[in-house]
């Protein structure tokens, strides 16, 4: 079992940055590929980044690659979104997961958080 919870979202204006966190708690953090993901108003939850166990494989949607950096600590248990040169089509509850390999189905991630809102205004 593992329980995450983000943080690190709030108002920003466009062209800014923010770094997310997502804070796990289990031993078998490690274990885990971890990914984020986003949810804008009346839209469905999309890819953003996965990262592996290890830290040595990411993956990026199209539309942050160059902008957002995926990394990770296993050390204490926490997973980074750090977002740069924000848009305000970035507006969106950002949510982080854990599951068994890097994939940018939401299906195949076991845990969620509960997310963290971030607004981009222009």
């Known amino acids: 079992q593992v329980s995450l919870v983000e943080s690190g979202g709030g108002l920003v204006q466009a062209g800014g940055s923010l770094r997310l966190s997502c804070a796990a708690s289990g031993r078998t953090f490690s274990t885990y590929a971890m990914g984020w993901f986003r949810q804008a108003p009346g839209k469905q939850r999309e890819f953003v980044a996965a990262?592996?166990?290890?830290?040595?494989?990411?993956t990026y949607a199209d539309s942050v690659k160059g902008r957002f950096t995926i990394s990770r600590d296993n050390a204490k248990n926490t997973v980074y979104l750090q977002i740069n040169s924000l848009k305000p089509e970035d507006t969106a509850v950002y949510y982080c997961?854990?599951?068994?390999?890097?994939?940018?189905?939401?299906?195949?991630?076991?845990?969620w958080g509960q997310g963290t809102q971030v607004t981009v205004s222009s």
């Open positions: 997961a854990a599951g068994p390999r890097v994939t940018v189905r939401t299906s195949v991630y076991d845990y």
């Open positions: 990262i592996n166990w290890s830290g040595e494989d990411t």
